[in-house]
């Protein structure tokens, strides 16, 4: 399963979105606002998932931006600081 795979479904499953499954989740469709539809209190949690699922901390809130983009964003700032497998 790739990461972007994942992603989805702990998003899914994390974050309650009970109208959603992970295949109706556009890679590229922003996370906030017109695309997935998260808010402010969903970017606290998307924090604490990516670090309890991935082990990766979001330092602040420049990295935040860039990582929360859209899924493939997200995906890619996981992908390059997991540890080499």
Request: proline content about 4%.
């Amino acid at each position: 399963m790739t990461t972007t795979e994942k992603l989805k479904n702990i998003l899914v499953e994390d974050l309650n979105l009970e109208e959603l499954t992970p295949g109706d989740i556009d890679d590229d469709a922003p996370l906030f606002g017109e695309g997935l539809g998260l808010d402010s209190l969903d970017a606290v949690e998307l924090v604490v998932i990516v670090q309890k699922h991935f082990g990766i901390e979001i330092r602040n809130m420049d990295e935040g931006r860039t990582a929360f983009q859209s899924i493939r964003s997200l995906a890619a700032y996981i992908d390059e600081r997991l540890p080499v497998r």
